[in-house]
C-alpha cells in the first residue's frame, strides 16, 4: 500500500494543522511554526523514583486500555513522558490525528478544548527533546514514537515535547525509521490501536469520534 506525501507530513505536528487549500500543499511558512506552549501541573500522582528502568505504562482511553513499555535506551524519552504522565498532563488529551494503515496520533494539549480544533497540532508543553534515534528501534506494529516538526524547520530531527504516535501499520511507517525517535513499544492492546485507527475521519485526518485520553498511569 503506497501512502501519499502528504500522510507522511501529517506525523510532523506543528505543519499542517493550518495549512489552506489543496491537501497536498504545506508551505514552507508552515514547517516553520513553533510549539503552543501550555501550562504544565506541577503536582505529582506518582513518584517517578518509583519506577523500574523500564517502566511500563497504562493508556487509558474511553475506547479502551493501551499498555505500553518505554525504552531504557531513550533515556531523555523516556524521563519526560514519565513526568507528563506523573504531572496527568495527558489526562483529557484527545487522538487529534488517525490514518488507518498508519499510526495514531496524540498527546497535544490544546486537543482537551475543542474551541482549539484549529490549532490541533500545534501544542506542546514548550520545549523540545533531542533526538534519540536508534537503528535497533523500528516502526514495529504498536511502536511508539514522538512526533516532530519536519526536516527544513528541525534538521537536527528534535523531538516534540509532548506529541507521540503509535504505529498501527509496519509496512507503511517503516519509511520512517532512522527519521523519528521510537521510544516504546506496546505490550497489549492491539485492538485498541485498531479500534481507534478504524473511526472515520475528517480531511484534516481528524476523528469524526473522540478519542479521549483518561489517564496514563504506571504499572507497578
Do not use: W
Request: aromatic share 8%.
Amino acid at each position: 500500500m503506497k501512502l501519499n506525501i502528504f500522510k507522511l507530513l501529517l506525523i510532523m505536528p506543528l505543519v499542517v494543522v493550518s495549512c489552506k487549500g489543496k491537501r497536498g500543499e504545506v508551505t514552507e511558512a508552515n514547517l516553520t511554526k513553533s510549539e503552543d506552549s501550555t501550562t504544565m501541573q506541577t503536582k505529582s500522582i506518582f513518584n517517578p523514583a518509583d519506577l523500574p528502568e523500564e517502566p511500563v505504562f497504562d493508556i487509558v482511553t474511553n475506547l479502551g486500555t493501551i499498555r505500553v513499555k518505554l525504552y531504557k535506551e531513550t533515556p531523555k524519552h523516556r524521563d519526560n513522558f514519565v513526568k507528563l504522565a506523573s504531572e496527568d498532563f495527558f489526562t483529557g488529551i484527545r487522538f487529534h490525528r488517525v490514518i488507518k494503515g498508519f499510526m495514531i496520533q496524540t498527546g497535544d494539549p490544546l486537543s482537551k478544548d475543542m474551541a482549539n480544533e484549529s490549532r490541533f497540532g500545534t501544542g506542546g508543553p514548550g520545549y523540545t527533546i533531542p533526538a534519540e534515534i536508534l537503528p535497533e528501534f523500528k516502526h514495529k506494529k504498536g511502536a511508539l514514537a514522538a512526533a516532530r516538526r519536519g526536516d527544513a524547520a528541525n534538521p537536527q530531527k528534535e523531538s516534540s515535547g509532548s506529541q507521540f504516535y503509535i504505529v498501527e501499520d509496519p509496512n507503511t511507517c517503516a519509511q520512517l525509521d532512522g527519521s523519528y525517535t521510537v521510544f516504546g513499544e506496546t505490550l497489549e492492546g492491539f485492538d485498541v490501536i485498531d479500534a481507534i485507527a478504524a473511526i472515520p475521519t475528517n480531511q484534516m485526518d481528524r476523528p469524526t469520534e473522540d478519542v479521549i485520553i483518561k489517564s496514563v498511569t504506571p504499572v507497578l
